[in-house]
């Protein structure tokens, strides 16, 4: 049975798939599916965005090699980002909730 993090390991490359392959070059997401991928996935985190053109502003900056469409390593840099972003959230939530040292006395 897959511990926690492997199973997160095999949902992001089953999530890369399932949208790179639904036409032409499964290896790499086109705009289009990109624009999917991240609707579908990434929905909570498009509504935060204030920019409309969100989508293809996150795009442009992830196609590092600019070819037009995404790879696998380009889109796990996107998930790698979005988790340290996460991440630092969690890490100030803590320490907002956090008793102070004078409650504790
Ligand atoms: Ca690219």
Known sequence: MPSDLE???QSLITV???YASKDGDQYFLSRSQFRTLAESELANFLKSQKDPCAVDTIMNSLDSNRDGRVDFNEY???VVGLSVACEQC???HLKQNKPSAAAKK
């Open 7 to 9: 199973s997160s390991m």
């Open 16 to 18: 890369f798939h399932k």
């Open 76 to 78: 796990v840099s996107l």
């Open 90 to 92: 969690f890490q100030m």
